[in-house]
């Protein structure tokens, strides 16, 4: 009974253990797999999110630069007054509220209209700005984007200015960038997070929390931004990339950039780690219940599939038992529909095929005395003639006349003949035995096709022919044999080198 006890113990911790194992390893992996992929989507949703932000920031600013062009056409400006240059920065400022001074300075470098929001309006001053980066940037490259300053330590703002042509004058334009918070803005990622948006030199250039950027506050110590404006300068094109930091607040999040490699800006899109990793932490406890739900339901199967188990076993070991101690006729019952009911067959099996071994025990006895007699009596035959051989090296007679009486009796036959072929020819009898001598034919005689002698010494084969079932003999050779008592005829040729 102990024994049966620790069996059935020994496979409830067996399957217990097997199935706790196999679902924490595939929890494991599968908490796992979805973190990767959950960190993977974030990413790349941070990505899309800043590139995106890119996208509407650098399509602000090529707006801007589209809307200057009306005027700046060389063949329009070419023959217009001041006066209506003027009129046309009016109607530029009331498309582009961003712009908030519109300047035009001549070929020579001499500023000759000036129209601002925030200023008197300035016609012909001819004030010399032929060193001023805005014009002679412009005449170089044809296009201008300055950087990022804070006008009276106010708002942020850029300068672009676009020449006219090669010899041409320059029509530059000062925007302001607080119209950039309307595209950070609206970028919503998550309930917390946030875009912003920065300059070369990491000064915060567009943000959610607008007394931010008028605090002129330098985003460039942060790690993450420190190490993506870095990055941005070795490759000289547009960087991405997403990780782990800690923002102003010095709180964990996810954060993508994506570089703005026209202006050198740099777009940040931000999220609190917290917060963005909480479905994975959701589906991760999911996932430990329910492993502990499974766990519990496999402790109660393992149970009851040990006692399933353990009960046929019980009956195997008692009826091994008897049938050890000898009782054959007993079988063993068990009906369960699987192995084991093929195990109790086997044992039912074994112990019919042991009765019968029992019982047939001394047949098999005899056959296997009669085998080992007949063995010896063919070694024996073997030595005999082998002896013969020996003894008679000069007549070869007595050879042939043991050969032939001990194959008559090792046959059982009754009679023997030697037969001695020679050029397709049956020479004659060289020995015989318990045969009338007159009743063998006449020698020498060509061998024959009908005559199975010929065809045992013509083929080299053995040839065995049953006197009544030969469908071969004639009648006239079947009833001859019949005279002489024979029921079968062996025909065995000695060959020596074919």
């Known amino acids: 009974m102990a024994r049966r006890r620790r069996l059935f113990w020994k496979y409830v911790i067996f399957f217990s253990l097997l199935v706790t194992v196999a679902l924490l390893a595939s929890g494991a992996v599968e908490i796992y797999f979805s973190y990767q992929e959950s960190k993977e989507v974030l990413s790349a949703l941070q990505r899309e999110k800043a590139q995106a932000a890119a996208v509407r920031i650098e399509g602000f600013i090529t707006e801007i630069e589209h809307q200057m062009g009306w005027v700046t056409q060389p063949r329009a400006v070419a023959a217009a007054p001041l006066e209506q240059r003027r009129f046309d920065f009016y109607r530029l400022q009331r498309q582009v509220p961003a712009i908030t001074e519109i300047s035009y300075i001549d070929p020579a470098g001499r500023e000759q209209v000036r129209v601002s929001r925030l200023a008197m309006d300035v016609f012909g001053s001819q004030t010399d700005l032929s060193a001023d980066?805005?014009?002679?940037?412009?005449?170089?490259?044809?296009?201008?984007?300055?950087?990022?300053?804070?006008?009276?330590?106010?708002?942020?703002?850029?300068?672009?200015?676009?020449?006219?042509?090669?010899?041409?004058?320059?029509?530059?334009?000062?925007?302001?960038?607080?119209?950039?918070?309307?595209?950070?803005?609206?970028?919503?990622?998550?309930?917390?997070?946030?875009?912003?948006?920065?300059?070369?030199?990491?000064?915060?250039?567009?943000?959610?929390?607008?007394?931010?950027?008028l605090q002129k506050t330098d985003m460039g110590k942060l790690d993450h931004v420190k190490a993506a404006l870095a990055a941005s300068v070795r490759a000289g094109e547009s960087a991405e990339g997403v990780t782990i930091a800690r923002n102003l607040r010095h709180q964990q999040v996810l954060t993508a950039h994506s570089t703005i490699p026209s202006l050198r800006w740099t777009v940040f899109v931000e999220q609190p780690l917290e917060e963005a990793y909480a479905p994975l932490e959701a589906s991760m406890r999911r996932t430990a219940m329910l492993e502990l739900a499974f766990i519990a339901l496999a402790v109660i199967a393992s149970l009851m599939l040990a006692r399933k188990m353990v009960k046929p076993i019980r009956a195997l070991q008692a009826g091994a038992a008897r049938l050890g101690e000898g009782q054959l006729g007993d079988r063993i019952e068990v009906n369960t529909g699987d192995e084991l009911e093929g195990l109790a067959n086997q044992f039912n099996s074994m112990a019919a095929r042991l009765q019968e071994s029992y019982a047939g025990l001394e047949r098999k006895v005899e056959e296997r005395t009669r085998e080992v007699t007949e063995a010896l009596e063919q070694q024996t035959t073997t030595s005999e003639i082998l002896r013969v051989i020996a003894q008679s090296r000069t007549?070869?007679?007595?050879?042939?006349?043991?050969?032939?009486?001990?194959?008559?009796?090792?046959?059982?036959?009754?009679?023997?003949?030697?037969?001695?072929i020679d050029d397709d020819k049956m020479v004659d009898v060289v020995a015989q035995q318990n045969i009338n001598t007159d009743t063998l034919r006449v020698f020498p005689r060509p061998l024959s096709k009908t005559d199975f002698v010929s065809r045992a010494a013509a083929a080299g084969v053995v040839v065995k022919i049953d006197v009544e079932t030969d469908p071969d003999l004639s009648a006239e050779s079947r009833a001859n044999w019949r005279a002489r008592g024979a029921r079968c005829v062996l025909m065995v040729p000695m060959l020596r080198e074919g």
């Open 133 to 213: 980066p805005r014009f002679t940037e412009a005449r170089a490259r044809r296009l201008y984007r300055g950087p990022v300053y804070f006008r009276k330590e106010s708002e942020p703002y850029m300068a672009i200015a676009i020449a006219e042509g090669e010899k041409g004058g320059v029509t530059a334009a000062e925007v302001n960038l607080k119209f950039i918070w309307d595209v950070v803005s609206q970028i919503k990622v998550g309930k917390a997070g946030q875009a912003f948006v920065v300059d070369g030199q990491g000064a915060l250039i567009a943000h959610p929390d607008i007394s931010l950027v």
């Open 395 to 420: 007549d070869v007679q007595p050879v042939f006349d043991t050969i032939v009486a001990n194959a008559a009796r090792l046959t059982g036959g009754i009679y023997g003949t030697v037969y001695r």
